[in-house]
């Protein structure tokens, strides 16, 4: 990514802005550089619930606009799902 993009995104991040599902979600995928499935999004966005509403919009989202890519599969409570991952782009993109 480039390097004033990240400036930007950190110095929006510091000013004290709450921020909006859509980058608590990319920040799971960008900064730790993992591979998860909407559940394990779930289980570290909001413990206990089971709603999968609250992520797996965005994460779709996430997904139309470039910003995330399915990686593969995974069974999970007997049902195959994707698992997910930050794309990390040659230029510069809009990711919010």
Sequence with gaps: MHPNSLEAYKSMINSGKK???SQM???HFYF??????D??????LKPGSDNLNFCQPRITELHQNGVLEECG???ENGMTVR???AVMPESQV???
């Design 19 to 21: 921020k909006s599902r």
């Design 25 to 27: 979600i990319f920040e």
């Design 32 to 37: 730790g550089r993992k591979q998860l499935t």
């Design 39 to 44: 559940r394990e999004v779930l289980r570290s």
């Design 73 to 75: 599969s995974r069974i």
């Design 83 to 85: 698992v997910s991952r």
């Design 94 to 96: 809009t990711l919010f």
